[in-house]
């Protein structure tokens, strides 16, 4: 559950974000330079709102008035990056073993390097480096990444932009069923007004730091039409 | 004159002055060069130069400025007496010293481009995945800077090993005692012994060509292995 008001203040223009996210993807949509990755980079905590507040299940990992800003190793976020950002020196095994908590810290924990991979289809690259791998399939091994955090809410920056077409819907499907699985809410971030209306329960188009809801999930709906 | 009356020690010297010049360098120089490249703090530009400015100063001010730090009389001098009962002027430890400070901003120079160079996104992934900073130099940005830090090795050790001048005004030209292979090739010249000195010339430049030639096809070859080598699949 993420629940985020902030405002950013950019050279050309102020940023204006609020989110509210149960479950489900969020489609972040937009020209290049709305600030969408702003956003994103805000949330993750790799850049620091000018003031308001980002909760995530209740918890504040953000605000200015309380004076708290949670580190981004402490906020339990899996981010996907534009251009993977795998590390080219490890092994895609090592790459995913990366973020995985210590024994210690989650004691209960049934998730396994082999279990992710597994769920990726990327089993066999085990011991490929990044530089032998196609597009596609280091996308899938920056997810596995990402998962293997065990995050409470995934952020993806354009993870689909750099693949070819048939990849790329290959991997829309994969979203969509990692999403059913995972069961945790996703943001999704896109310049391709199509792609955010395939895999968005909930659109947000942005255009210079201004946002407007163009679809609003299911369950938002129904609750509408119950007060009505 | 047969090779008996040949005098070794001054390689020996050598080599002990670059090795413990080269490892001091290392260990400054990789610390400071990740701080300079990753942190932004007030007067950064003035330490920098600092860093940097025996690069450009003459070997003979660097001694001078050395022999007035760590002199009987010198700030760093004085206490070394006082609470170690020894001193640096006149000994190896005072070439070391001066190959040290020459050398350090090739290395430091050499290693901080490197860092810079390496994607900050990587490194944000890292912290995306709960890296603490430490973790994320150790794991991310110094094997990535490897080939920086293998150049800066090389340089720096070249460097030490062919200090002359700051080495002369600090340890002096004691045969036996911290005269380095470039001083008892000069004076060796200046004495008339050709034969000393080019026997020296001929060593120190073969021994310089196989450890840059063996570092630099060892970086090579660990980056290598770091980067998976192979083409994209």
């Known amino acids: ?180 699985q995972w069961r945790i809410p996703f943001i999704l971030v896109t310049h391709d007004p199509q792609e955010a209306e395939m895999l968005g329960d909930q659109i947000i188009k942005l255009d210079r730091g201004k946002q407007e809801t163009i679809k609003m999930s299911d369950k938002f709906n129904e609750t509408l039409r119950k007060i009505k | 004159m047969s090779l008996m009356d040949f005098s070794f020690i001054p390689i020996i010297l050598s080599l002990k002055v670059a090795f413990a010049a080269v490892i001091i360098v290392t260990c400054t120089s990789i610390p400071l060069a990740g701080l300079m490249a990753k942190r932004e703090f007030l007067g950064k530009d003035v330490v920098e130069s600092i860093i940097t400015l025996p690069l450009v100063l003459p070997p003979s001010v660097i001694g001078f400025m050395l022999l007035f730090v760590f002199g009987k009389n010198g700030p760093v001098g004085k206490l070394l007496e006082q609470w170690f009962h020894t001193r640096i002027v006149f000994t190896l430890a005072g070439a070391v010293v001066a190959a040290a400070v020459v050398a350090l901003p090739l290395m430091y120079q050499s290693v901080k481009v490197a860092m810079e160079n390496v994607d900050p996104n990587l490194e944000k992934a890292a912290r995306t995945l709960g890296a603490k900073e430490l973790r994320i130099f150790f794991t991310i940005t110094l094997p990535l800077a490897w080939n920086g830090i293998v150049a800066g090795l090389v340089l720096a050790f070249a460097r030490s090993l062919g200090e002359f001048g700051a080495t002369l005004m600090i340890a002096g030209n004691i045969p036996g005692k911290t005269q380095t292979m470039p001083l008892a090739i000069y004076f060796a010249n200046e004495s008339g012994d050709t034969r000393q000195a080019s026997i020296l010339v001929i060593i120190m430049t073969v021994f310089s060509f196989m450890v840059i030639y063996g570092l630099n096809r060892w970086g090579k070859g660990s980056q290598k292995d770091r980067k998976g080598g192979g083409d994209h699949a």
């Open chain 1, 1 to 180: 559950m993420l629940k985020a008001h902030f405002e950013k203040k950019l050279p050309s223009f102020d940023l204006e974000a609020d989110i509210s996210l149960s479950n489900g993807i969020l489609a972040l949509v937009g020209p290049s330079g709305a600030g969408k990755t702003t956003i994103l980079q805000c949330i993750a905590g790799l850049q620091t709102p000018s003031q308001g507040e980002i909760k995530i299940n209740d918890k504040a990992v953000f605000s200015s008035e309380q004076g708290i800003n949670v580190p981004i190793r402490n906020r339990r976020i899996g981010y996907v990056f534009q251009d993977y950002a795998l590390f080219p020196h490890m092994t895609v095994e090592k790459n995913v073993m990366y973020g995985m908590p210590k024994k210690d810290n989650s004691p209960n924990k049934v998730l396994t390097v082999s279990n992710v991979l597994e769920m990726l289809k990327i089993e066999h690259l085990r011991q490929r480096y990044p530089n032998q791998i196609s597009g596609g399939e280091k996308q899938r091994v920056s997810l596995a990444r990402a998962l293997m955090t065990e995050p409470e809410l995934l952020l993806l920056d354009e993870p689909l932009s750099a693949l070819d077409q048939d990849t790329r819907k290959t991997l829309q499907q994969e979203l969509l069923r990692l999403q059913a």
